[in-house]
């Protein structure tokens, strides 16, 4: 957590991935636009929808502005999560977030270059759920790692930090609002499964 809190190394970098309509993806598509990447897993039974809801309505709480942001969701679990899967998965949430999946080398690659722990965790049922930390990340538009929002974050909370990134500033570097301590106190919850 200290990585993501006070950017002592790279957070973010170049994937490949396929979206929910079963385009191949890479983060050059998304140059330009302020980037609110998210990683979970379809099957979460409350934290990845509820943080999902939250970012959906944080993009139609901005209108027009919201434009300039391009959310992501990128699943922990391609082998469940398919592009057709996504497909009917991320609309709900908001009609521009983006679902990526991918084999699991290229999913634990991203989530490796993002900080992101998961693992799978067998049920006794026979089934399986994944655990994993759960931060929304915020990327400027060159790709760069402006810093996260915890878990449970309001939509108001993200666009009193989001706000004064949308406006492209004279000297191509916007400042980092988000080098608040007080923004991510907050430990990072995980999805587990109801017992």
Not at 93 to 110: K, V, Y
Not at 113 to 130: H, L, M, S
Not at 167 to 177: E, I, L
Request: aromatic letters at 10%.
């Amino acid at each position: 957590m200290d990585v993501l809190m006070w950017n002592r190394e790279p957070v973010g970098g170049p994937f490949g991935l396929l979206d929910h309509e079963g385009r191949a993806r890479t983060q050059d598509d998304f140059r330009g636009k302020i980037l609110i990447v998210y990683f979970g897993f379809a099957a979460c039974p409350d934290v990845c929808p509820t943080d999902l809801t939250e970012i959906g309505r944080a993009l139609t709480l901005l209108g027009p502005d919201g434009e300039a942001i391009q959310p992501i969701f990128v699943t922990l679990d391609p082998e469940r999560d398919t592009a057709a899967l996504l497909a009917e998965y991320v609309p709900s949430f908001h009609p521009r977030l983006i679902g990526l999946t991918g084999s699991p080398e290229a999913i634990r690659q991203m989530a490796d270059a993002y900080k992101v722990f998961f693992e799978k965790v067998e049920r006794p049922d026979g089934g399986y759920t994944i655990d994993h930390s759960a931060f929304i990340y915020l990327m400027d538009r060159s790709g760069n790692y402006l810093g996260f929002f915890p878990p449970g974050t309001s939509a108001e909370r993200m666009l009193a930090i989001i706000e004064p990134h949308l406006a492209r500033p004279r000297n191509g570097q916007a400042s980092n609002s988000m080098d608040r301590a007080d923004d991510r106190t907050r430990l990072p919850s995980r999805c587990r499964p109801e017992k």
